[in-house]
């Protein structure tokens, strides 16, 4: 079935970027999703990018896309303590609607 | 973006009692919402997918006896945790496709359910 690795942990300083890595296994993936969920809330949407596209950026998120090695990426500029959170990689294909979600990574920012 | 909206949020309750998780789209229609477990610094699970107007598609492991989900409404799908037991804490979150073609998914906020 559909797997999505993430690292667990990233600790940066505020001011730098940061970059959280994901891999995924579903050639078909059509979708591919950033979340963020703060602590004892829900998820929430913060980008996602189309398997035709090599690259997406909204203000200060960069989302870089390698399907030949199923490789995402999340880059944050400028990080800061708000920041902090578990950030979610997830896929989906159009058609199944459902989506395979990573088991997050826990972004630290320290002042 | 779309707004999707749990109640309640929080929700204690003795051993053996049911307990009802609403899950609403409050400015679009979805035909299909999801229900995920997720576990204290884990990652979601999975549990169902909730079909307007149909019986819901359960995912592997999780008992449909047990977990009952109903969607009568293109806005509104619940979930009922019945005879709830202690292993059954935990945070319960829906999510609903806002278009079908994009498969883009908008969150509840989750409802944290502890049963003593």
């Known amino acids: 079935g559909e797997d999505v690795e993430q690292s667990l942990f990233l600790s940066v300083r505020e001011g730098d970027s940061s970059v959280i890595n994901c891999t995924y296994t579903?050639?078909?993936?059509?979708?591919l999703y950033w979340y963020k969920q703060e602590p004892g809330a829900g998820l929430q949407l913060l980008t996602y990018?189309?398997?035709?596209?090599d690259m997406k950026q909204d203000q200060r998120l960069t989302v870089l896309l390698n399907k030949k090695d199923k490789h995402l990426s999340l880059r944050i500029a400028d990080t800061q303590t708000g920041d902090s959170a578990i950030y979610f990689c997830?896929?989906?294909?159009?058609?199944?609607?459902?989506?395979?979600f990573g088991d997050g990574t826990t972004l630290t920012v320290k002042p | 973006g779309a707004v999707v909206s749990q109640h309640p949020s929080w929700v204690i309750c003795k051993s053996g009692t049911s307990v009802k998780i609403e899950c609403r789209s409050l400015?679009?229609?979805?035909?299909?919402m999801f229900w995920y477990r997720q576990f204290p610094k884990q990652s979601l699970m999975l549990m169902a997918t909730?079909?307007?107007?149909?019986?819901?598609?359960?995912e592997q492991g999780v008992e449909k006896d047990k977990f009952l989900i109903n969607h009568a409404s293109l806005t509104l799908s619940t979930l009922t945790v019945t005879s709830a037991h202690p292993e059954d804490s935990s945070f319960y979150i829906c999510?609903?496709?806002?278009?079908?073609?994009?498969?883009?998914?908008?969150f509840g906020e989750g409802s944290r359910l502890t049963v003593l």
């Open positions: 579903d050639s078909s993936s059509t979708y």
């Open positions: 999510s609903a496709r806002l278009n079908s073609n994009t498969g883009e998914l908008f």
């Open positions: 990018i189309f398997s035709n596209m």
């Open positions: 997830a896929e989906s294909t159009t058609n199944a609607g459902k989506s395979t």
């Open positions: 909730s079909n307007e107007g149909s019986k819901a598609t359960y």
């Open positions: 400015d679009f229609q979805a035909t299909t």
